[in-house]
């Protein structure tokens, strides 16, 4: 139980594109998503944190407008990043967790090339 | 504010024998605390966490963590190593009366070497 998939897993795209990230609960619904930032052999650095129906809360430093999530449903949370740049190439991973449990649940991650 | 340390960048330990990566941190409340493991591009994979009650904790693949409110440690340890164990673990905290936020460490890379 507890799965959380994203897609796609690995993208390449062209400075100044678009590139959608989708992050689903396949099991759960899950109320609260979390989008993390994962630069090589470093931590986890979270981004936002996503309610289902509710804008997202970004933490200091990370640009709305840049990355623009949407947790339109109970299943589904979506993270846009808007006019790529090589900069942000990373590895972005989500995770989720149902109402009033205490544990997220983390999905495979999303490798992000930006040329 | 809450924080995690894992001392530790790397941890090198002989199949068979017993590891521990170490963890401490600080809230200001009490503390709900995790581990997880990465493997190489892979997201993270839930091992345990302690919320309340013993303090020793038993996960997945054998590991166990112990909660000491004293030391402010939460310890991850497996009795006898395998090579599959090889790979990133990251503890991680979050305070109880806070927000959804669980803060990590920044890893220790556990090397099991056969």
């Known amino acids: 139980g507890a799965v959380v998939s994203q897609h796609p897993s690995w993208v390449i795209c062209k400075s100044g594109t678009s590139v959608k990230i989708e992050c689903r609960s396949l099991d759960f619904q899950a109320t609260t998503m979390f989008w993390y930032r994962q630069f090589p052999k470093q931590s986890l650095m979270l981004m936002a944190t996503?309610?289902?129906?509710?804008?997202?809360?970004?933490e200091q430093g990370v640009e709305k407008d840049k990355f623009l999530i949407n947790h339109a449903s109970l299943t589904l949370s979506t993270l846009t990043v808007t006019s790529a740049h090589p900069e942000d190439s990373s590895f972005y991973i989500c995770s989720a967790r149902w109402d009033y449990s205490d544990t997220q649940y983390f999905g495979p991650g999303t490798r992000l090339t930006v040329l | 504010a809450q924080s995690v340390a894992q001392p530790e960048d790397q941890v090198n330990v002989a199949e068979g024998n017993p590891l521990t990566v170490k963890c401490t941190y600080s809230v200001s409340g009490n503390p709900y605390l995790f581990w997880y493991v990465q493997y190489p591009n892979r997201g993270l994979q839930f091992l345990l966490k302690y919320i309340t009650g013993d303090n020793l904790v038993k996960g997945s693949y054998g590991f166990e963590a112990e909660f000491n409110k004293s030391q402010t440690s939460f310890h991850l340890k497996k009795p006898s190593a395998l090579v599959s164990d090889s790979a990133l673990y990251f503890c991680?905290?979050?305070?109880?009366?806070?927000?959804?936020?669980?803060?990590f460490g920044k890893g220790t890379r556990l090397h099991i070497l056969p």
């Open positions: 996503s309610n289902e129906g509710s804008k997202a809360t970004y």
């Open positions: 991680a905290v979050r305070d109880h009366g806070g927000d959804d936020k669980i803060i």
